[in-house]
C-alpha cells in the first residue's frame, strides 16, 4: 500500500492540541452541568433503525447512517425481490432486509428511548447530560462534518420553569467561564401559536413568525404585503401589526401582548405570555451576566417545541448561534411513555471552538502537556534521575526523560519542539553531589535542588 | 409504538452511577498518562475500509460493522453481477460495492494511519494515548461487548527500552491509584524467536510456547511428549528441556537462558535475554509498587510484537488480563512507513470496572453529584435563595432546588433517592432573618448560615 492512508470525507481526526482545545470545552461544559446537579449518561453509538427512523423527517432518514447486518448480510435475500424493471436493485426494498441498525443521529431521541426504556429505574424530575459524537450522511463542508460532537443537558419529568432558569443560567456560567460574551434569545412556542390562533390561521404559525424576523430588514409594509401574499386576511395582518411593531422594555412588550392575547380571548397566548414573565422575573431575582432579551421571531425546531425556546450567538464573532433548546411536552411519547415535559438545551461544541479560537480566547498553556524534560546524559545520570523523576510524577507533575543519550543539541530541540518549558540536565556532578539541576526555558534562570527536596523542585516548575 | 423500545444486542447504556464509576477509571487512567508526557488524540468512528481490511485476519475482516453508501448505494448496482447460481446475491461481491467505511475495530490500527497521514506535523518519538469506543461484531456473551471503549497509551518512533519501562510505571502507578494489586508479567518475543531457532524449528514458537505454559499443569514429562507429536525432534525437545525447567530468581532464570542462546551462537535469542535483564535492571532502579515477573509462556499477539511482552492480572480477583501490550517493530509499514519502531499497553476498562466493583473498591461517593438540595417553599423563598445557590454553584458546589413547592415529605424523599446528603428548608423566617438552615441527613446536625457567608456554609456541604 503506497498511497498515503486517509480518512472519510466529513471526518476529522484531533492532534493534541485540538483534543486539550476540546477538552478545555468539555470540561468547562461539564463542570458547570455538574453544579446544577445534572449527571452524565452515555448511550451506543448504534441504535436500532426502528429507534430512529421518522424522528428527524424525510430528510434526515436519508441522513441516517446505516450498518449493514453482520455475518452474512446478503444470505436468503432473493435477488428477484429487491430487484427494479431495469435489473437494477431496488435499494429501499434491499436496505430494509440488510440493516437494522443505524448510527446516532443526535442526543435528542436516544435520550427519550433511554427515558423509555429506564423509566422504573429514574427518579423523576431526571436531570441527566451527556457528551458524546453524531454521525450525519449531510454532504461535507466548511464547519459541517458527518462526524461531531453534541452536548446536551436536558430536565424531563417537570414543567416546572425553575429549569428554564437554570438551562439560562448554565448558558450564562458556561459562557462567562469560557470568556465568549454572548445574547441569549428567548421565545415562546405557546406566544406563537396564540398568535396565529388569534388570527384565524392557525397553521401559518411559520410565515407568521418568518414575517416578524423580516421586521427589521424590509419594514412594516413589505411585510405585511408577504403576509397578504401568503394567504392571511387584511384583518388578520390588521390585528398582527401591534405584535410586528413591538418596542420596548420585556415588560412593555409583554404588557402589548397580554392585552391582544386577553382581547381576543386567546388561553394559549396568555400561556405563553405568562411563561415569558415568569421566566424573565426568575432570571432577574437569579441575575445573570449575559445579555438576554425575548425575540418573536425566534423558531427553532418549531414542531417540537412547546414552550421555552432557546438561542445563544456570540457577540463578539460572526458565526451562528452556538446553543440552542427549548421545552418540548412529549418527547417520550414516540416510544409509548406520554405526558413527560421536558426542556433542554445544546451546547455546539464545534463552534464553541471556532469562537474560542477566532477570539483567541484559548487560555495559554491549553495544548501543553509536559512540565520538565530530563535530558540522558547516559545509563549511571539515567539511573541516578529514574527516583527523582518518580517522585515528580507522584505530585502530578509531567516529566519527561529523553529515551536516549543523544547530543544535547537534538535533546533540547525535542524539549523546543514539544514546547516544554523547564530542562533539566543531570550529569556526573550532580549525581555525585546529590543534586538537580533545572532550566527554566522561557526566562534562563536556572536553579540547584538537593535530589531529595522534590517539593522545592515542584514548585519552581510549578 | 407500544413496544418497549430497545438498543441492539451487545451494547450498553451507561447510567450515571455507572458513567460517575467509569470516568473514575479514565480520569485516573488520563491523568497517569499526562503526568508521563502522553499527549490525547482521537480519530474518527468511521475509517476507509482500506485501511482496515486484512489487518485483522480474515476472522477480523469479518467482524467489522460496514456502513452502507449515503445517499442510494444500491443506485447501479446491477442484480445479476452480483447474484449466486442459487438466484441469492452473492454477499462479498455487493458488500465490496455498497460499502466504503467501516467502524474503528481496535485504537491500535486508527493509530498506525494517523501516524504516517500525520507525520509531518509530528515531532518523534510521538507519545499518544487514546481512549474511544470500538466496535466488533463479536457474538455477544457475558462481559464481551460489540461497543466498547479501549485505554491505549503508545509511543512511536523510538526503541528506547526507557518506553518499556515507562509503561510498567505507568502501570504500576494506574493500578495503584485504583487499588488493584497485579502481577506484570513481561517477555520477550527475540526469546521466543530464539528458543524456536536453536531448535532448528523457527515456524514451532507457537507449540514452544504452549509447551512452557503447560509445564506446571502437566509436567515434563507430558509436555515433552506434546512437543514430539507436535513435529519436534527429541534433539530440539532436549535443547528446551533447561528452558522448560527454569527455576529461581530472575536474574537466574537469564543467566541459564544467556548460556543457551550463547552456545548455540543464537543473536536474537541473545538481544532478548539482553533487553529482558536491562529492562528489568531499569524497573529496580525505578522502583515499582506491583509484583512483577518475567514468564515465558506469556505470548499475546505473537504475530505482531517483535520485543517485550506484557500482560497484567489483578491479584484478588479471578478475571483474565486487565492490561496488555508489547513493542511493535513495523506497524506504521502497512500504510507504507517501515522502520518506526513502537511500544505500547491497552487498558481494559470494562474489565478494570469488573475488579472494582468485585473488590468494592470504587471510592464512596463516586456515583453521587448534588450536594446540597434547597426546598422549595413557595416563590417568595425561592427568589430568597437564589442567589445564594447561584453563590455556592460558584463555588463549584453542586446545588439543587426543588422544582415545585410539593408537600415537603416529597421533596424529602427526592433528596433520598438521589442521595444528596445536605437540605435546605429556607422559608419566611430564614428570610426575615437573612439566614439559611443546612441540615446533614446522614448525622442529622443542623447548621444556621447568614445568608452572605457562603464560605462558611461550602465549608460545612464539603
Same mark, same amino acid.
Given at each position: ?26 470540561? &468547562? ?11 452524565? +449518561? ?130 450564562? *456560567? ?75 422594555? &420585556?415588560?412593555?412588550? +409583554?404588557?402589548? *401582548? ?9 388561553? &394559549? ?24 432579551? *425575548? ?21 463578539? $464573532? ?16 414516540? $416510544? ?15 463552534? +464553541? ?58 535533546? $533540547? ?46 514548585? $519552581?516548575?510549578?
Amino acid at each position: 500500500m503506497a498511497q498515503k492512508p486517509s480518512i472519510p470525507k466529513g471526518t476529522r481526526d484531533f492532534g493534541q492540541e485540538e483534543m486539550a482545545a476540546r477538552n478545555y470545552i468539555f470540561d &468547562t461544559v461539564r463542570s458547570v452541568f455538574k453544579v446544577f446537579g445534572y449527571s452524565q +449518561i452515555e448511550t451506543p453509538a448504534m441504535e436500532n433503525l426502528s429507534t430512529l427512523l421518522g424522528k428527524y423527517g424525510d430528510e434526515g432518514d436519508k441522513l441516517l447512517f446505516r450498518i449493514l447486518n453482520s455475518g452474512d448480510a446478503f444470505a436468503g435475500v432473493d435477488a428477484g425481490a429487491v430487484q427494479a424493471p431495469d435489473g437494477s436493485l431496488d435499494g429501499r426494498a434491499i436496505t430494509a432486509r440488510v440493516c437494522e441498525k443505524g448510527l446516532r443521529y443526535d442526543l435528542t431521541v436516544p435520550f427519550a428511548r433511554y427515558v423509555v426504556q429506564h423509566q422504573n429505574d429514574i427518579s423523576f424530575p431526571f436531570k441527566r447530560f451527556q457528551i458524546q459524537p453524531v454521525w450525519r450522511a449531510d454532504r461535507p463542508q466548511k464547519g459541517r462534518y458527518r462526524e461531531f460532537y453534541q452536548c446536551d443537558v436536558d430536565v424531563v419529568g417537570s414543567d416546572s420553569l425553575l429549569y428554564e432558569l437554570e438551562l439560562l443560567q448554565m448558558v450564562d *456560567m458556561v459562557f462567562s467561564s469560557l470568556g465568549i460574551g454572548v445574547l441569549i434569545k428567548v421565545n415562546n412556542r405557546k406566544v406563537l401559536t396564540g398568535l396565529a390562533e388569534i388570527c384565524g390561521f392557525p397553521d401559518k404559525v411559520v410565515d407568521i413568525t418568518v414575517a416578524i424576523d423580516k421586521m427589521e430588514k424590509i419594514g412594516l409594509a413589505k411585510v405585511e404585503e408577504e403576509l397578504l401574499e401568503r394567504g392571511l386576511s387584511a384583518e388578520a395582518v390588521g390585528l398582527l401589526e401591534p405584535v410586528l411593531t413591538l418596542e420596548g422594555t &420585556t415588560g412593555e412588550k +409583554i404588557s402589548v *401582548m397580554r392585552k391582544l392575547f386577553s382581547d381576543k380571548d386567546s388561553a &394559549t397566548g396568555l400561556k405563553g405570555v405568562e411563561e415569558l414573565e415568569v421566566l424573565f422575573s426568575l432570571v432577574e431575582s437569579a441575575g445573570i451576566a449575559s445579555r438576554i432579551e *425575548m425575540d418573536l421571531s425566534l423558531a427553532r425546531g418549531l414542531n417540537y417545541y412547546t414552550g421555552a425556546i432557546f438561542e445563544v450567538k456570540a457577540l463578539d $464573532f460572526p458565526i451562528g448561534s452556538i446553543c440552542g433548546g427549548g421545552r418540548y411536552d412529549n418527547l417520550t411519547g414516540i $416510544f409509548g411513555l406520554p405526558g413527560v415535559s421536558g426542556v433542554g438545551i445544546s451546547f455546539g461544541a464545534d463552534r +464553541i471552538y471556532d469562537v474560542l479560537k477566532g477570539l483567541d480566547r484559548f487560555p495559554s498553556g491549553t495544548g501543553v502537556s509536559t512540565r520538565l524534560l530530563f535530558a540522558n546524559m547516559g545509563d549511571a545520570e539515567l539511573r541516578y534521575i529514574l527516583p527523582v523523576v518518580k517522585a515528580l510524577r507522584g505530585r502530578g507533575i509531567s516529566v519527561e526523560i529523553y529515551p536516549e543519550a543523544a547530543k544535547l543539541r537534538k535533546q $533540547f530541540e525535542y524539549a523546543q519542539k514539544k514546547d516544554i518549558p523547564f530542562l533539566s540536565i543531570c550529569g556526573a556532578d550532580e549525581a555525585a553531589s546529590s543534586s538537580v539541576n533545572i532550566k527554566d526555558l522561557a526566562s534562563g534562570e536556572q536553579r540547584r535542588f538537593p535530589s531529595e527536596d522534590v517539593d522545592a523542585m515542584a514548585g $519552581f516548575i510549578g
